[in-house]
């Protein structure tokens, strides 16, 4: 046993980090965030306009750890999923149903999760929360990290015996522990807006395959669908200064004519696109979860849902190390946690990859492969279920979380 401040600290208190310090608080294990932006902002990078698709796994997860009653109310199901390609014959359409399940996922504003975060740790005893303060050294050592933070004006000295990079696709603990990454950057950016919909179907999410990339509509409340329309890099700026009326001819032409006319859009941001992924989650003495150890293409909504599955992993790996009086930064530790994560990451990272790479192209005959796909998953239940399960984080080995169960084990 070292004589380290903290049990755990966690580098990046956005959506990822927060929620495994709120996992943590049930624990007793002392635990440090820093978080570069002051919490409440309206201009904080993990939670900001844009909308999240949950999964029914990070339903479960985020139940588990207290944060789904705050945000329940303002969660819209998705019981059902369409995919398309712009221009072809093949559907598919996954529904809860069939999966007797009440809803697929449920979508909402990253804000409000974000919100919620801060609610439950101000709650939390074993926690200190440092915000705004930002991570600018730090080293390791056999019993510790030792980290230096600056907190405005001040520089505090601190120490943790687990560090946590959930700093985001830049992270700097990552790249000056010299983890080793695998990039892309697939030259697109994501456009985000929200419209509203002459003719809503409730509770149906859209996923439309186009020759630019992937279309998403997804669900809000009062006939409001949240829009991700990946573009080429060279087209965003044009889809940014479009008129409002122009975007929203644009849309129709692109989506189609299911839900009507498109009205009242939202501010557009764009999002750079790309893919990063560590073939190995953790270094010495530290464990990289979220953005930090992948950041995935947003077909399919599932960048924030394997983050949490993250959170899950690790913080179910901490509380049954911290029963057995294990030090949290040890090796055996996180050899736990990242041979529960890496096949999750990997396949995770190849799917929305190749429908990234493989959905645009025009290729008369991969066009075609691409319909008889989607028409074949549309006709056989087999191969549907197969992918509801994927989306819906039910597969592989699951965590307690997960499973609905407590973070802790009971005694006997
Ligand atoms: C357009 C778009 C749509 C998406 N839609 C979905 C979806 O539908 N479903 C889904 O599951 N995922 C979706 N995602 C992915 C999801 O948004 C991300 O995976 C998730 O937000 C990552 O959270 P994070 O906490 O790991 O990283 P980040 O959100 O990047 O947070 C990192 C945090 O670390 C802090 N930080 C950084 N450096 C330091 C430092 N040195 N010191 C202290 N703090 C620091 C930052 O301030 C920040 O708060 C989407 C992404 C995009 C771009």
New binding site residues.
């Given amino acids: 046993m070292t004589s380290s401040d903290y049990d755990v600290a966690i580098?990046?208190?956005?959506?990822?980090?927060g929620c495994l310090a709120c996992a943590l608080g049930r624990t007793g294990l002392r635990t440090l965030v820093?978080?570069?932006?002051a919490p409440r902002t309206d201009r904080?990078?993990?939670y900001d306009e844009?909308?999240?698709?949950?999964s029914w796994t990070s339903q479960r997860i985020l139940a588990g750890i207290g944060l789904w009653p705050r945000i329940a109310d303002g969660a819209e199901p998705i019981h059902q999923v369409q995919v398309s390609q712009a221009g072809g014959f093949g559907i598919t359409r996954i529904r809860a149903d069939e999966e007797a399940v009440e809803a697929l996922g449920y979508v909402i504003p990253?804000r409000l999760l974000g919100i919620a975060i801060h609610e439950v740790l101000s709650e939390q005893t074993n926690l200190t929360l440092l915000a705004p303060?930002?991570?600018s050294e730090f080293q390791i050592d056999a019993e510790s990290a030792s980290l230096v933070v600056r907190a405005g004006e001040d520089l505090v000295r601190l120490r943790g015996r687990l560090l946590v990079a959930?700093?985001?696709?830049d992270s700097?603990v990552r790249q000056r522990l010299g983890i080793r990454v695998r990039e892309h950057r697939y030259g697109q950016d994501?456009v985000?807006a929200t419209v509203t919909a002459e003719r809503p179907q409730p509770g149906t999410a859209f996923e439309r395959f186009t020759e630019t990339g992937p279309l998403a509509l997804?669900p809000l409340s009062g006939g409001r669908y949240s829009v991700?329309w990946t573009t080429l890099e060279e087209q965003t700026a044009e889809l940014l200064s479009l008129s409002d009326e122009a975007f929203v001819a644009r849309l129709r032409d692109r989506f189609g004519l299911k839900l009507g006319r498109f009205l009242e859009p939202s501010r557009r941001l764009a999002?750079p696109l790309r893919l990063m992924l560590t073939p190995d989650p953790t270094g010495p003495r530290t464990a990289l979860?979220?953005?930090?150890a992948h950041t995935?293409h947003?077909v399919a909504?599932?960048?924030?849902?394997?983050?949490l599955r993250d959170v899950a992993a690790l913080a179910e790996v901490l509380s049954a190390s911290n029963r057995a009086g294990l030090d949290p930064g040890s090796a055996s530790v996180l050899a736990s946690y990242r041979d529960w994560r890496r096949a999750d990451h990997a396949a995770v990272a190849a799917v929305t990859d190749a429908l990234a790479r493989h959905f645009i192209h025009t290729w008369p005959p991969l066009r075609l492969a691409r319909d008889l796909g989607l028409l074949g998953l549309g006709l056989f239940a087999g191969p549907r279920h197969l992918l509801a399960r994927r989306l819906m984080g039910r597969y592989g080995r699951q965590t307690r979380l997960a499973r609905g169960l407590r973070l802790e084990i009971p005694d006997e």
């Fill in positions: 580098v990046g208190g956005g959506l990822v980090g820093i978080e570069a932006v904080h990078p993990s844009r909308v999240i698709a949950l990253a303060a930002r991570l959930a700093d985001g696709g700097k994501a985000i997804l991700v999002y979860i979220g953005n930090a995935l947003p909504g599932q960048g924030l849902n394997l983050g």
